[in-house]
């Protein structure tokens, strides 16, 4: 049996769930961290050190680190589909899961959506929030040159490239800030939005952490 914790409004629990959705996988989930807590449990912390969610346990085999989850599921269950076993094909899908790890994810989620959503007004640092979004608006711009010529990030189908990046989306467009004419990426949106596993998964109310720092 697949096991994962985590709470469901927490983005990179998000992605693991969507993947489970889109492979199909039987699967119990747990609630932990922000309100179900248990982060701090030695059992959990025997999983995963750093005491952050997701986690996942698969028959015996537990696994950390949202995009280390997101390949073993493919490399598990997804040969074909999520997972290719050609360097080459598969670093087309790794390169924009790392992007969106290390660019896309630190400058939207942490800068923006931190920064300017999930913190009281009074307390924002309005520059770095200006600056974060201009950023945004950036690689926005880039994905939607990406975009002019393939439906998805990886190419022709939906893959791996997909879900990290995508996943940044609802909330990018769901929050009252300044944004480019990216029709591209609003196409690639629309096209994400009609999977069932991104509206069962992703599109989840966050409005309850607006002006909220806590978990
Ligand atoms: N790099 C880690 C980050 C994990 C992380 O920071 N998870 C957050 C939720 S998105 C967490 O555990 N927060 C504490 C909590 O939810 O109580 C990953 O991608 O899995």
Same mark, same amino acid.
């Given at each position: 049996?697949? =096991?994962?914790?985590?709470?469901?409004? +927490? &983005?990179?629990? #998000?992605? @693991?769930?969507?993947?489970?959705?889109?492979? $199909?996988?039987?699967?119990?989930?747990?609630?932990? /961290? /922000?309100?179900?807590?248990?982060?701090?449990?030695?059992? *959990?912390?025997?999983?995963?050190?750093?005491?952050?969610?997701?986690?996942?346990?698969?028959?015996?085999?537990? @696994?950390?680190?949202?995009?280390?989850?997101?390949?073993?599921?493919?490399?598990?269950? /997804?040969?074909?589909?999520?997972?290719?076993?050609?360097?080459?094909?598969?670093?087309?899908?790794?390169?924009?899961?790392?992007?969106? +790890?290390?660019?896309? #994810?630190?400058?939207?989620? =942490?800068?923006?959506?931190?920064? *300017?959503?999930?913190?009281?007004?009074? #307390?924002?640092?309005?520059?770095?929030?200006?600056?974060?979004?201009?950023?945004? +608006?950036?690689?926005? $711009?880039?994905?939607?040159? $990406?975009? +002019?010529?393939?439906?998805?990030?990886?190419?022709?189908? &939906?893959?791996?490239?997909?879900?990290?990046?995508?996943?940044?989306? *609802?909330?990018?467009?769901?929050?009252?800030? $300044?944004?480019?004419?990216?029709?591209?990426?609003?196409?690639?949106? #629309?096209?994400?939005?009609?999977?069932?596993?991104?509206?069962?998964? @992703?599109?989840?109310? &966050?409005?309850?952490?607006?002006?909220?720092?806590? *978990?």
């Amino acid at each position: 049996m697949l =096991t994962i914790w985590g709470r469901r409004d +927490a &983005f990179n629990v #998000q992605k @693991v769930m969507w993947l489970v959705g889109e492979l $199909e996988l039987a699967h119990k989930h747990t609630p932990a /961290g /922000g309100s179900a807590g248990g982060l701090d449990d030695p059992a *959990f912390l025997a999983m995963n050190p750093h005491g952050r969610v997701p986690v996942i346990d698969d028959g015996g085999t537990v @696994v950390w680190e949202s995009h280390t989850i997101l390949r073993y599921l493919s490399a598990r269950y /997804g040969v074909g589909t999520f997972w290719s076993d050609d360097p080459a094909a598969r670093s087309r899908a790794e390169r924009w899961m790392d992007w969106s +790890a290390t660019t896309l #994810q630190p400058d939207f989620l =942490t800068g923006v959506f931190w920064g *300017f959503y999930r913190t009281p007004e009074a #307390q924002r640092d309005g520059p770095a929030v200006t600056d974060k979004i201009a950023r945004c +608006a950036r690689h926005m $711009e880039l994905l939607d040159r $990406e975009l +002019a010529d393939r439906p998805y990030l990886g190419g022709d189908t &939906f893959g791996l490239a997909d879900i990290p990046a995508g996943l940044n989306l *609802f909330r990018y467009f769901g929050i009252p800030i $300044e944004r480019p004419s990216v029709p591209n990426v609003e196409a690639w949106y #629309q096209r994400l939005r009609e999977r069932p596993p991104y509206r069962e998964h @992703v599109m989840l109310p &966050f409005d309850h952490l607006f002006g909220r720092l806590a *978990f």
